[in-house]
């Protein structure tokens, strides 16, 4: 399922890079990304709210569940963190991204608070942390939802992103195999 959300312009993604993936929830598409990236360096961010977790639990019919989504993300890719390849930092995207230099990575999934404020405050504060040719992207694209956190709106921000960004190319819309949303890949350009 994680492929078919990423499709064909993820093999354009640096491979052994530096990488970040806002909103983990669960980890699958940080399991997604490890294997097919191979990042040296993979930092997931997400405050790992108990509600988002009941959430997704509902969804899920998981006999043996963790008592936290951070529990069950910090198992699951255990093997990794010893390694020290993936970090957990269980932070606002907002709080954490002075501790990331400019120009440092690789590529950033963002996948967090999808309304348009949340989408816009990540790619405004993730770009300048870019490297020249590298990614951010996302998925929901043109998703529409309500939810107790506002109505998703990720179309609209990356639209006003790139207008506002003469460096950001809108590369890529990936239509997702269910057929009900599109993942987007923003290119930082000279």
């Known amino acids: ?17 530096r990488g970040v993936e806002i909103g983990v929830c669960m980890g699958w598409s940080a399991s997604f990304l490890l294997g097919a990236l191979n990042p040296t360096e993979f930092f997931l961010i997400d405050p790992f709210s108990q509600d988002s977790f009941e959430k997704v639990w509902k969804t899920e019919k998981m006999v043996d569940k963790p008592s936290t989504a951070y529990d069950f993300v910090i198992e699951r890719f255990a093997p990794y963190i010893e390694k020290g ?9 907002y709080d954490i991204v002075n501790k990331f230099e400019y120009a440092s990575l690789d590529w950033v999934y963002v996948d967090g608070d999808h309304t348009y404020h949340g989408t816009k405050t990540d790619l405004d504060l993730y770009f300048p942390k870019i490297k020249m040719g590298g990614f951010l992207l996302g998925d929901d694209y043109d998703h529409i939802e309500h939810s107790c956190y506002g109505t998703w709106d990720v179309k609209g921000a990356v639209t006003d992103f790139i207008s506002e960004n003469p460096t950001a190319q ?5 239509e997702c195999a269910d057929g009900k949303s599109k993942t987007y890949y923003i290119q930082k350009i000279a």
Do not use: D, N, T, W
């Open 1 to 17: 399922m994680q492929k078919a959300r990423f499709g064909p312009v993820l093999q354009q993604l640096k491979k052994g890079g």
């Open 85 to 93: 390849i993936v970090k957990v930092c269980r932070e606002f995207s």
């Open 170 to 174: 809108l590369v890529a819309l990936y």
